[in-house]
Every structure is written in C-alpha cells, then in structure tokens.
C-alpha cells in the first residue's frame, strides 16, 4: 500500500518537471545544450523532448545530462546515437517518478 497520495504525487511531479530547465548531450567530446521543445507529465513519468541541432557535419552523442533551475546536476547517463550532418537529432528524455 502506497504511502503518498496520487494527488500529492501528481504535484510533486508537475513541481519536479518545471525545476528541469537545462538538457544537455555530449557529441564528439564536446558538452552542447539542446533546445527544450517539450516537457509534461504522462502518469508517473516525465517526459522531456529536445532538440540538438545539425551543425553541418555528422557526431556521435554519448552522454546526456539534465540540470535543474538552481544549477544542480539532476542526472545523466550514457547513450549512443549516430547525429546526422544535414538533421536535427530529437533527444527524448522519460524519467520515471513513482513511489515503490
């Protein structure tokens, strides 16, 4: 039996989502932000969608990373994804919140 409420839940999670402002992705070594084109709360997940932009020649992004509005690196981990030359590359991020 659950302790917290879903209610109670539900803010928590809208609060958590709104405090994750920066998103960003590791390509060829080199640390670049992605624009945030979404953000929302889907059950016990929030869900993220952003953007790295083509910069003209093909990369891999390795690493992703998320900070939240006060600067405090919220998470990151490891990935691989071939970015391509001539294409935005859209980076979803689901971070799951839910009680256990």
Do not use: C
Not at 79 to 98: A, D, G, R, Y
Request: glycine share 6%; proline share 2%.
């Amino acid at each position: 039996m659950a302790f917290y409420t879903s209610e109670y839940l539900a803010k928590r999670r809208k609060k958590w989502i709104d405090s994750l402002t920066v998103f960003q992705y590791l390509e060829d070594g080199v640390w670049k932000t992605a624009s945030i084109n979404s953000k929302k709360v889907d059950g016990t997940d929030l869900i993220i969608m952003a953007s790295a932009p083509s910069t003209g020649s093909s990369g891999s992004i390795t690493a992703v990373r998320v900070y939240d509005k006060d600067g405090l690196l919220a998470g990151n981990a490891s990935i691989k994804i071939e970015h391509s030359s001539i294409q935005n590359t859209l980076l979803k991020f689901v971070l799951p919140i839910k009680e256990v």
